[in-house]
Structure formats: structure tokens, C-alpha cells
């Protein structure tokens, strides 16, 4: 079983529609969740960490479910901009230093 | 404030010679890690340094690979003798103290292809 768990896709979405990722992960000694977005043949880039409370960042939405080790991203209004490969990320550190785990990713196409 | 930078941006190297990729952290980060991306996978984690120490090598392979960060100068990641599978992305990442999380940021990697 992989360690984290994501629905490849491809999510083909119309502009302007509401979109919703989920992740599992197998650890639970993980403690430290993140999404990242990776352009094709680009670096990953830090989208927003996730927190317990859950968090938010403009049209972005982040939920953590430590009994469920799920995670997941909404985003509302996309744009054509939000097309990328999603990337769910788990840290077994809450304080940093520790390596990655990357979940395969999820394609994200928004269709104008 | 430069982010983390990698050279070379592609290399081609035969089967057999050998691969050298170096990484610059930010600036004021002193914890560097290198990941891999073979095609069409996700990333995976190979090693992960500090100035002049390997704090976890844990996702290296056992031959051929080895990674340093010198007190002075970039971190490198050699690969000898290579073969068509070490063909590949190859990120290197950076994190310092920031607030309670030592978020990593990722340079533009490197792409290797072996012929």
C-alpha cells in the first residue's frame, strides 16, 4: 500500500466550478501535512501547508481528518490558471527537518 | 532573495560516465534534500543533509549514488557509472527556521538523460 494515497484523474472542470481533492495516508505517526502544485516538467511549489483546524487561503481550502488520515483541498471559482497536478505531501515531523512523502498526484485541467 | 537554485538545468551523459548535479539552498537555509521524479511517478525522497553531515540517506541507493554538502560551496549529488534507469528529474529542496515549520521550497531541478 502506498503511503499516500491520490485519485490520479484527470478532473476535467469548467472554469468558474468548484473542485475538491482528497488524499489518505497510511502513517499515523504523520504530522505534518502540505499541498503542493506542480507545473509540467516544473518544480513542485508550496500551495499551503494544512492544519488540524483546517485552513483557508483565498479560493483555496484545506481540511485535515487525523482520525480518518485524510486530507483534502477545495477550490472554489477555478480559474484556467489552477490547471496543474496537485500533489498531497506528508512529514512525520511537526517541527520541519524530516523528509517528504509525495502522494502521485492529482491532474487538475480547468476547461474555459 | 534568490530561491534554490540547481545546475546543470539538463545534462545527457552516456551509460557509464558519470553524473554530478549541485544545488544551492536559499539563502539563510541550511538543510538541504534531494528528491527524484522517474517519469510519469511522483517524487521520491533520497537524501537529506546539513552542512558537512548526512542526516538521512535513508531513500539512496545502495551503490553508485553518493550526496555531500561541504561547509563552503554547493551541495552535490553524484551518480557513477550511470545506467538508462537513473534517467530522471532530480529536485533539490531547502528549509531553514521559519516560524514553527521548516517548509521545504524546491529548485527547478535537473534532468538527466542517459543515452
Known amino acids: 500500500r502506498k503511503e499516500v494515497e491520490q485519485d490520479p484523474g484527470p478532473f476535467n472542470v469548467p472554469e468558474g466550478a468548484t473542485v475538491a481533492f482528497n488524499c489518505t495516508y497510511s502513517n499515523s505517526a504523520s504530522q505534518s501535512f502540505f499541498w503542493y502544485r506542480q507545473d509540467c516538467r516544473k518544480e513542485p511549489k508550496l500551495l499551503m501547508s494544512v492544519y488540524s483546524s483546517g485552513n483557508e487561503d483565498g479560493r483555496f481550502t484545506a481540511q485535515l481528518n487525523r482520525a480518518s488520515q485524510y486530507i483534502s483541498l477545495l477550490i472554489r471559482d477555478s480559474k484556467l490558471s489552477d490547471s496543474a497536478t496537485y500533489l498531497c505531501v506528508v512529514s512525520k515531523s511537526n517541527f520541519g527537518n524530516e523528509k517528504l512523502t509525495f502522494g502521485t498526484g492529482t491532474r487538475l485541467t480547468i476547461i474555459p | 532573495n534568490a530561491g534554490v537554485m540547481q545546475n546543470p538545468r539538463h545534462l545527457v551523459r552516456r551509460r557509464g560516465q558519470e553524473a554530478r548535479l549541485r544545488c544551492s539552498p536559499m539563502k539563510g537555509h541550511s538543510h538541504v534534500y534531494w528528491y527524484r521524479q522517474l517519469p510519469e511517478e511522483g517524487l521520491k525522497f533520497m537524501v537529506y543533509?546539513?552542512?558537512?553531515?548526512?542526516?538521512?540517506e535513508s531513500g539512496m541507493p545502495k551503490e553508485r549514488f553518493s550526496a555531500e554538502f561541504p561547509k563552503e560551496g554547493p551541495s552535490i549529488l553524484r551518480i557513477q557509472q550511470v545506467v538508462r534507469g537513473d534517467s530522471a528529474a532530480y529536485f533539490c529542496?531547502?528549509?531553514?527556521?521559519?516560524?514553527?515549520?521548516?517548509?521545504?521550497?524546491f529548485g527547478p531541478g535537473t534532468r538527466l538523460t542517459v543515452t
Open positions: 529542496a531547502s528549509s531553514g527556521s521559519t516560524g514553527a515549520y521548516y517548509e521545504q521550497y
Open positions: 543533509l546539513q552542512k558537512e553531515n548526512i542526516i538521512d
